[in-house]
């Protein structure tokens, strides 16, 4: 059967046909996908990033952060995520 497609991170779920965690994010009923992860925790990182970009006090993260701080992806993590920021 193999993994089940459901997470523990909000955002993330597995996807069987690619073999990665996939991240996305929905504002306004519009679902914004943010990309493909080995990691679910890189991916869980990634839906945060785009979480606190797009709703910033009031972001639902899956981790906890200090005030003013942001999610750090590491080196090689693409900056140019295909989401809208709020406005």
């Given at each position: 059967k193999g993994k089940p497609t459901a997470s523990s991170f909000k955002g993330?779920?597995?996807d069987r046909s690619r073999g990665r965690y996939k991240a996305q994010i929905a504002k306004d009923g519009v679902k914004h996908h943010l990309g493909y992860f080995y990691d679910p925790r890189k991916a869980a990182l990634a839906h945060?990033?785009?979480a606190l970009d797009m709703f910033g006090?009031?972001?639902?993260?899956?981790?906890?952060?200090?005030?003013?701080g942001?999610?750090?992806?590491?080196?090689?993590?693409?900056?140019?995520?295909?989401?809208?920021?709020?406005?």
């Open positions: 993330v779920t597995w945060d990033h785009a006090e009031f972001a639902w993260t899956n981790f906890t952060y200090e005030e003013g942001q999610p750090c992806l590491g080196e090689g993590h693409r900056s140019d995520l295909p989401y809208s920021l709020a406005s």
